[in-house]
Every structure is written in structure tokens, then in C-alpha cells.
């Protein structure tokens, strides 16, 4: 079946260990986005990659960095997690950024900031 | 700024009808989506309105009114499997996706 997948579903790191969190689609769509959320709260989006083309939110701290080799996957770096980058990480795909390109999620990655 | 309100926590009763509000301020508008989240779970996409008025989908509608600014998710026939978060979303003008925080829907039997 397609779907967006993440690994992996639960993470533990030390502060300031970098982490990287993975996501992939079998949908072939071409936008992935990345949010953060945490509970209780809304998703937030830290960026997006339309194709190639990288846009990152200008709230998004630079602790965070993302990589889209191929079409299939995307990556998130934290560079140096902090006690507050606990969260649920969610990865999505739309086919495009048009009103009626509905956003599909994977299940997640929990992170653990110990 | 951009804001989207709906209720933080509604509580229902298996078998009943619960009406889940969302009102919004956004810049420019290009359709509202409504997500469902189960705890510890990505959320799952329920429906998405862009024209006023009711879309009917199974046990759940949406409605919409653009002039308003308001939206609302009906749950019919309430399951106990019903109980989430459910997340309300605009499309603004830039078409970023902006959320709400979600109203966790508790269902008792």
C-alpha cells in the first residue's frame, strides 16, 4: 500500500547528541513536510521541500536542518537537541501545495530528550 | 496574525450527535481541513471544504460559512473508537496549512 513512513516510531537521545529522524513515501508526491508537535498543541511546521526547492519557516531555530536526497525521503537533523525539542516529530505528503492537495501523515517519531 | 479557536475538550455519549466548532482568522483563505488524532498517533485526514455549506461523509459532516469564519465537524452515532483529538486546519493565502490545537473529544458509554 502507499503510504509515508517514519523510523524510527520511538527515540531517545542525550542533550546535545545529534539525532536524525527519517521519513519516506511511496505516494511519488512532491511536497514532504516536517512538524513538531507537542501535546496538547497543534502540529508546527518547522519546513518543506516542494520538489527540491527547500522552505524553511522563519521561526524554525537553525538546531534544525533537513535533507531531501530523492523524492522518496526526506531527513531531519537535530543538531543538538535540547530538553524542549521533546516532541512528536510528524512527516507528511501532498501532491502539491494546491487547496485541494490534501496532506498525508506518517505515524511519527517520538523523541526522547534524556 | 493568523489564529484558529476551537474548543480545548468536549466530552459525548456513545450513540449520541457532537458538534465540534472552529472559527478563524486567517490570511486569505484557500480551503479548511479537518483531521482526526488519536493519542500518540499522526493525524488522519476527515474532510476538506473550500465552498459554504455541508458536506456529508458517513457519520461525519463538515460545514462551512467563509463569511463567517466558522466551521464545525458533526459526529454521528458516536463509537466509542471516536475518541481523539480532532484538529481543525486553513489553507491560508501563501497555502501554508495552519492548525488549531486540536479538541479532544472524550466519548463515555
Known amino acids: 500500500d502507499a503510504m509515508v513512513i517514519q523510523n524510527p516510531r520511538y527515540q531517545v537521545t542525550q542533550f546535545g547528541k545529534p539525532v536524525t529522524l527519517s521519513c519516506s513515501q511511496t505516494?511519488?508526491?512532491?511536497?514532504m513536510y516536517w512538524y513538531q508537535q507537542k501535546s496538547s498543541q497543534a502540529p508546527k511546521l518547522l519546513f518543506h521541500y516542494y520538489d527540491k526547492d527547500f522552505n524553511n519557516e522563519a521561526d524554525t531555530p537553525d538546531n534544525f536542518q533537513s535533507r531531501r536526497p530523492n523524492t522518496s525521503f526526506c531527513f531531519l537533523d537535530i543538531r543538538s537537541p535540547g530538553l524542549g525539542d521533546a516532541a512528536m516529530y510528524l512527516c507528511?505528503?501532498?501532491?502539491?501545495?494546491?487547496?485541494?492537495?490534501?496532506?498525508?501523515f506518517g505515524p511519527g517519531t517520538r523523541l526522547t530528550v534524556l | 496574525g493568523q489564529n484558529i479557536d476551537q474548543p480545548t475538550e468536549m466530552t459525548a455519549t456513545e450513540g449520541a450527535i457532537v458538534q465540534i466548532n472552529c472559527t478563524y482568522q486567517t490570511s486569505g483563505f484557500n480551503g479548511l481541513f479537518w483531521y482526526q488524532q488519536h493519542a500518540g498517533e499522526a493525524p488522519t485526514f476527515l474532510s476538506y471544504?473550500?465552498l459554504d455549506g455541508l458536506e456529508e461523509k458517513g457519520r461525519f459532516s463538515s460545514f462551512l460559512s467563509r463569511s463567517k469564519g466558522y466551521s464545525y465537524l458533526l459526529l454521528k452515532e458516536l463509537q466509542m473508537k471516536d475518541s481523539a483529538s480532532y484538529l481543525c486546519?486553513?489553507?491560508?493565502?501563501?497555502?501554508?496549512?495552519?492548525w488549531g490545537a486540536g479538541t479532544k473529544l472524550i466519548i463515555k458509554p
Open positions: 471544504n473550500v
Open positions: 486546519a486553513v489553507l491560508d493565502s501563501n497555502y501554508q496549512l495552519i
Open positions: 507528511a505528503t501532498s501532491s502539491g501545495t494546491e487547496s485541494t492537495d490534501t496532506q498525508y
Open positions: 505516494l511519488n508526491h512532491n511536497v
